[in-house]
């Protein structure tokens, strides 16, 4: 039997995953994931936000009136987001530079005003923590294998300049997939990320597609003949 918890991070990793479920913060998604280094430290920053966002609205929703709770929300988002900001300035600041605006504009992301609004001020703190962390941990995870296929097929690396961008103790995640590769530049610009999302989005759909076939496909059971069962 599933529990609470598990439902959560099955939720925020796959079912409703904010990008392959709820298609919601394509504009950074699409932006950004050039590489998979951009991918995962907009992923990271967004979590950042995301998971003490649900436990400050979880932990003062008794306390703010529901005229002012979006408002509030706002503002709780914002703080969260400008010291991420200056955190990713002063610590990798190389990443920072890359990122550039699309960090500020995590405050304008629907999925964490959205996760605030529907599930922190409607939970206990534990519930929202799991949830905003989970649904930020599907949301890094998304803009990684984004941004990874949009890399593998432009320039035939993946995680490139990881060490200069999130720091010299990550340089291992840095690989050249296919050497001497001349690059396919359609990848690397906006509408290769809209090809590669399209691409992801029917990769997730093709199971439960199968799956839904094969059970069309399965003959329907015979109810068993009254009189055969009795004696």
Known sequence: MTTPYARLWRDGLWDNNPVFGQLLALCPLLAVTGTATNGLGMGLATLAVLLPANLLVSATRQLLAREVRIPVFVLLIAGLVTLVDLLMNAFVHDLHKVLGLFIPLIVTNCAILGRAEVFASRN????????????????????????????????????ADAALMLGPGLGWLEVTVVPDYDGFLLALLPPGGFLALGLLLALRRLPARLLAARAARRPARQPADPGLSRT
Do not use: I, K, N, Q
């Open 124 to 159: 206990a703190v534990a519930p929202a923590a799991v949830d905003g962390l989970a649904m930020g941990l599907g949301m890094t995870l998304a803009m990684v294998l984004l941004g990874g296929l949009r890399e593998l097929m432009g320039s035939g690396t993946l995680f």
